[in-house]
């Protein structure tokens, strides 16, 4: 197929969900492979990206009335945010409030009678969000690594059997879970390079210094 002007390649991108760049800034960059800079991020890929997908679709299963009532009977424990009225009233959540659903996600459907490949997927992300974290790896803990990622592949249909999700699996948050092993591989612990350690300068900033001026 060869398309005849910039609009028609726009429109045709656009339909399978791609960006026109006629001039891409790495293209007089010799031997570089730029998905390999890419590195993965894990505040917007994880927590605000597969937990947000994964609490979604349980709240959707399990409806949001008695997932509401099994997070809050969760008892006070040291480290765990109490979520009184449930976690359905949450308003754009941070990424700092979906680490505290994610920490107590599975023990509230681990007990609920459903199919479950629903409580194995769960775990698979959860063990992946969580391993993806450490601050050392060896062998061993990539190995671990991927088998999530396996698990997760092996119970996720159940997702769409229970009519949690419609358009599928195939977006990018839930792509990148491959490219994180090699990953490691090649840019060392993946906590030096989330997103999140910059949130903080965010108040510093911008927020105090708006908060000093006149406000217009």
Same mark, same amino acid.
């Given at each position: 197929?060869?398309l005849k002007?910039a609009?028609?390649i726009?429109?045709f991108?656009?339909k399978?969900?791609l960006?026109?760049i006629?001039?891409p800034?790495w293209?007089? /960059?010799?031997? %570089?492979?730029?998905?390999?800079?890419v590195?993965?991020?894990i *505040?917007?890929?994880?927590?605000?990206?597969?937990?947000?997908?994964?609490?979604? /679709?349980?709240r959707?299963i399990? &409806?949001? !009335?008695? *997932?509401?009532?099994?997070f809050?009977?969760?008892?006070?424990?040291? &480290? *765990? +945010? +109490?979520?009184?009225?449930?976690?359905?009233? *949450?308003?754009?959540?941070?990424g700092?409030?979906?680490?505290? %659903?994610?920490?107590?996600?599975?023990?509230?459907?681990a007990?609920?009678? %459903?199919?479950?490949?629903?409580?194995?997927?769960?775990?698979?992300?959860l063990?992946?969000t969580?391993?993806?974290q450490?601050?050392?790896?060896?062998? !061993?803990?990539?190995?671990?690594l991927? !088998?999530?990622?396996? +698990?997760?592949?092996?119970?996720?249909?159940?997702f769409?059997e229970?009519?949690?999700?419609?358009?599928?699996? @195939?977006?990018p948050?839930?792509?990148?879970?491959?490219?994180? @092993?090699?990953?490691?591989?090649?840019?060392?612990?993946l906590?030096t390079?989330?997103?999140?350690?910059?949130e903080?300068?965010?108040?510093?900033q911008?927020? !105090?210094?708006?908060n000093?001026? @006149?406000?217009?």
């Open positions: 197929m060869k002007s609009t028609a726009e429109q991108l656009r399978h969900g960006s026109y006629s001039e800034y293209k007089d /960059w010799r031997r %570089v492979n730029i998905y390999e800079a590195a993965p991020d *505040l917007h890929q994880l927590y605000q990206g597969l937990i947000r997908h994964l609490t979604a /679709w349980c959707t399990f &409806g949001d !009335d008695e *997932l509401d009532a099994r809050s009977r969760v008892p006070p424990t040291f &480290g *765990l +945010r +109490r979520f009184e009225n449930g976690i359905s009233k *949450l308003q754009r959540p941070s700092a409030e979906h680490r505290a %659903v994610a920490k107590q996600l599975q023990t509230c459907i007990s609920a009678g %459903v199919d479950k490949r629903i409580v194995r997927a769960t775990k698979a992300i063990d992946f969580v391993m993806a450490y601050e050392c790896h060896s062998d !061993d803990t990539l190995e671990d991927t !088998d999530a990622v396996d +698990r997760w592949h092996k119970n996720k249909e159940v769409k229970l009519g949690a999700l419609v358009a599928g699996f @195939n977006f948050k839930m792509h990148s879970m491959q490219h994180y @092993n090699p990953s490691i591989k090649l840019f060392g612990i906590p390079l989330s997103t999140d350690i910059g903080r300068l965010h108040i510093v911008v927020k !105090d210094a708006y000093a001026s @006149n406000k217009k």
